[in-house]
């Protein structure tokens, strides 16, 4: 990421880590991702070449501008879905900031995995709300394509116990490699193989 952009998406961290420090209410909070883990996932979709990439969580935009920086390079595009209106209308904005372009929707993250075709992603990044994940994983497999689609889950050490259901039908699935990244609250990352290993 080029040193304007870079300087942009930290002020917009710095901005919505002051936002979250006043907010008693979890849900109130924009609760961006570390940005050692956005480094990552930008250093991830270029060495793997995604081009269609799917966030499910886009918060106010901060790692999507990541995502969206890296498929930049890759020639590719970023679809970001986020529950809530007014945060679409708000990383619309931040994207503008850091000059960079996503397909913002506002939409249930179940429903943009449904609307998925098989095998379509190239990456995906899921951020939302952790209690569902287990409920995404058939889809999300899926949706991810055979042979080195990427799937990358954060807060996986820092809320390991909302995250146990779906790590255990990972862990259990064979035709995909996964490994746990300690960056920032804890990253798994989890390949789609060729073939299924049971086949
Ligand atoms: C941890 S924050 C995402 C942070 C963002 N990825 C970042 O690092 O900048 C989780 C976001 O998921 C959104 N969310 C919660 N449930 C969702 C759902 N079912 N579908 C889509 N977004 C959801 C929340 O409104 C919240 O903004």
Not at 6 to 22: G, P, S, Y
Not at 42 to 62: C, D, K, M, Q, W
């Amino acid at each position: 990421m080029e040193a304007q952009r870079r300087k942009v998406a930290q002020q917009i961290l710095t901005a919505a880590r002051a936002h979250d420090e006043r907010q008693a209410d979890r849900h109130a909070r924009f609760r961006n991702v570390e940005p050692q883990t956005a480094e990552l996932l930008g250093v991830l979709i270029r060495a793997t070449g995604a081009r269609r990439i799917l966030e499910l969580g886009g918060s106010n935009g901060y790692s999507t501008i990541w995502l969206a920086d890296a498929a930049q390079a890759t020639g590719g595009a970023v679809l970001s879905v986020e529950i809530d209106a007014e945060r679409t209308a708000l990383a619309a904005a931040n994207l503008a900031l850091a000059g960079v372009a996503a397909e913002l929707r506002t939409q249930d993250a179940a429903q943009a995995l449904a609307d998925s075709a098989d095998g379509f992603w190239d990456f995906v990044f899921l951020d939302a709300e952790r209690p569902a994940y287990a409920g995404y994983w058939p889809a999300l497999l899926r949706s991810l394509r055979p042979a080195g689609g990427l799937l990358a889950i954060d807060n996986v050490l820092s809320n390991a116990a909302e995250v146990a259901a779906i790590g255990e039908l990972i862990a259990a699935e064979p035709s995909v490699t996964s490994v746990l990244v300690p960056v920032g609250a804890g990253l798994s990352l989890v390949v789609r193989d060729a073939h299924s290993r049971s086949q």
